[in-house]
């Protein structure tokens, strides 16, 4: 593969086979916007279908451009697929992008790793193979949310369905890591609940809240609708409640902004520059020594861009160094 | 009170104090609205406080019009307030507009009430004094939402943290019969959750899909996005999850309308149309013989108006005989 220099460039895989039909043009148009728009340092492992790295060959050379920038094309025959069952196809599909991508983590040959596969299956190969990182029970998704303050981490949206008191408190543990490495000082933290008085809501929430009261900047429960307003920057909730959460803001903004496209296409195109900054899109898997970004199947080159920007900069500022020297302290 | 007649004109009683401060006006303004915009018969105890009583009376008799309605004023000196503890208010406050409004209910003398008061206050009072219907073993509040097809019927927005998969099978009932109420003949019905696979999610909500398969217009498991595409009749929920759901899909819609209004003031209020249709205020709390209505504390009298058409229309059409006859068949 690809020979770490001395200066300490971030190495980076990147795994864009996730929709079942991944045209050779969509990772050509993808690379480009990578080299076009970063200009930091940095190489690139990219899994492609032999057919794929036939086509990009010839263009590689073309778009890494000068600066030594390295860009390996790694051949893979299978693919874990959309709707394949995570742990079966994680078992079965050892040579998929997908697993292999968290075995050169594993292994250190990449800092990071960004994929559009199967969540399901990232997760279940990534908990398989990483350890977790000390004092963390169990890993979490953290997405980012726009609201009137500026944007949200929510912690966990996806990644379990159940939640222990305990873990919640971890959580907000990864969500102010993961707020102070982009450039917040003393992020707020909110719990996701059915009201703001403390004994609202579910045990594990009632609990949790007790442990968060230790918390420096704990702002105590957030009910769905106050979230928007922007008051924290760390929303605390479990995998479930956290994944109805976003993806409830995800339809009513697409049936919102339907209803309005009949109207004014021009100001739908300003609203979603609101709605949908690029700074949103990609989740990050936390709490495991790795870094590893989730991007949508059908990600923009953008916003693949984004996520990789992001990681060579959770890379080079020890992301995850900092978030076991903030977990010990709390 | 007010006297049965035989014609079995509805008695409805109503309960406005359900903000800290609530204004002679606001009292005076909505009943104006009741009776200028409902042109079936029906006769009204609105409870109130002494001196709103004797502002009020001189004005009764020029609102209620002609057709021998009836509009009894009834005096309370205790109100629950909107932070007061559901349990000690309800036990303590006997006297207060809401616990009279439940005793009113339960000794038939009306038969439907609505307030717009402390939703946990009247959940708790509800249960204290009102029994179940045959087959059914908790209430649940339902809310309906604007949906691209439709409004969706929300089974339960809150008044369950904690639900068994049998329970969640009761609220697909329960959002049956109240579509078909609401005039759609054979409702469809989704499970909410974080996937559409049978397997996805929490225990009782895989039990409550093993259940709901013999159900006739079960539909799957729907997530979060794909609610506002209006695939389904009737979402079903737990109280916890279902309160997140209908309050992020709040604040998510005023979040975006506040982005718009810098822009255009006039599309806003277009828009506002189609996402507060007036037939989404209020929820019902249902599961008990008795129909009671739940609207905001700080609802415009036309929507209050349409909540009062509501509770006429479902005693007219015998929603708790429908409700107890279709449960038995399910």
New interface residues.
Partial sequence: LLTRKKSKTPILGIDLLGEDICSHEYILETLQYFYKSIDVSFDLIVFAKQNTISYLEKEVKLFTGSGGRQCALFAVNEVIRVHDDPLHAVRRKKQSSLCLGIRLLKEKKIDAFISTGNTGALITSAKMHLPMLEGLSKAALIALLP??GGLVAVVDV?AN??CTPQQLVQFAQMGVAYQKSLGIRNPSVGL?N?GTEEKK??KEFTEAYTLLRNFPSFVGNV???????GNVHVLVTD???G??????????????L???SS??KL?VK??KK??YPVECFGAVLCGMDGIIMKCHGNAHPKMLTYSLQRAIHLIQNSFLEKLKCNYSRG
């Avoid at 009910?223 to 307003?229: D, I, K, L, P, T």
């Avoid at 994944?243 to 919102?256: A, C, D, Q, V």
């Fill in positions: 609201t009137k996806g369905v159940y996701l059915i809501g579910r009910e769905g609708r106050e979230v928007f307003s995998g479930f409640t994944n109805i959460f976003l993806k409830t803001s995800e339809g009513m903004t697409s049936f919102i339907e209803i309005m109207s004014s100001l300003e609203i609101t709605l």
